[in-house]
């Protein structure tokens, strides 16, 4: 059996693009992309194994050479719709670690700090804690797996070789920038009102006590009590991350759509 270079370089460039595309919403997304979890052989091997999967169901690559410049320019397409699949996702969990950053600076942890396992850098320990109870509960529903049915489905709406991310798609990823910081904000704000009132309250005291040692006394109180309302509003969560979720994958539709 005899292949002849026409074929093999087809058979690369049907391989190679699709590869391209998953390995980069792989890199950037959430879980997946995590540095200290997923090693980037099991990564790799992993997005061979779903590009193996979907090249069989995707129409015949445009008929380019790799090496040329329209190739190049293709290559640099399949990269940016992935980095941007991902990187929307990425921006739901930096919601959490937001919200944990300001929780942990208000109660008096912000100089508790650990590595994040999604992003390898150092945050508050109550980003963290958030950040994994995120990732349990992306995995719950199932995120895992909507964000790979997206990412397939998005050879259909931009195949391969086809039209660019619009200029209304870009804007709608910059907008969508707010979300994770409006997330944030209520992720954190019943413990950023509650440890308010208890400095006022304190602030309260020391005027009324002036020799009182505000420092011994404020702040485990204020530790404490951010604990408290930490564990009184986890349930409250799940809905706020699920509509975070949700409203990402939301975007990445509308942006693959063409914005």
């Known amino acids: 059996m005899e292949f002849t270079l026409s074929q093999i370089e087809t058979w690369v460039t049907a391989f190679m693009w699709?590869?391209?595309?998953?390995?980069?919403?792989?890199?950037?997304?959430?879980?997946?992309?995590?540095?200290?979890?997923?090693?980037?052989?099991?990564?790799?091997?992993?997005a061979v194994v779903l590009t193996l999967a979907v090249v069989p169901l995707l129409p015949p690559p445009p008929a380019v050479p790799v090496m040329s410049v329209t190739g190049l320019l293709i290559s640099v397409q399949q990269l940016l719709i992935g980095f941007v699949t991902g990187f929307i996702m990425q921006m739901v969990f930096s919601a959490l670690v937001i919200g944990g950053h300001a929780i942990a600076m208000s109660m008096g942890l912000g100089f508790a700090s650990f590595i994040d396992p999604q992003n390898g850098i150092m945050v508050p320990v109550v980003s963290k804690f958030y950040v994994i109870i995120g990732t349990l509960l992306f995995l719950a529903i199932n995120?895992?797996?909507?964000?790979?049915?997206?990412?397939?489905?998005?050879?259909?709406?931009?195949?391969?070789?086809?039209?660019?991310?619009?200029?209304?798609?870009?804007?709608?990823?910059v907008l969508w920038g707010s979300k994770m910081f409006a997330g944030a904000l209520l992720i954190a704000l019943p413990a950023l009102i509650t440890i308010m009132l208890i400095n006022f309250t304190f602030g309260i005291m020391t005027r009324a006590a002036p020799t009182m040692n505000i420092f011994a006394v404020g702040f485990p109180t204020t530790m404490a009590a951010g604990f408290v309302i930490m564990m009184l509003t986890l349930p409250n969560l799940l809905p706020r991350f699920t509509d975070l979720v949700m409203d990402g994958f939301r975007v990445i539709q509308q942006i693959l759509a063409g914005g």
């Open 18 to 46: 699709p590869f391209m595309r998953i390995g980069a919403m792989l890199i950037a997304a959430p879980v997946f992309g995590a540095q200290n979890i997923i090693p980037p052989r099991i990564r790799i091997g992993l």
């Open 143 to 173: 995120g895992h797996l909507v964000l790979l049915q997206v990412i397939f489905g998005s050879f259909e709406t931009l195949p391969v070789g086809g039209d660019w991310l619009g200029s209304g798609g870009f804007m709608l990823l």
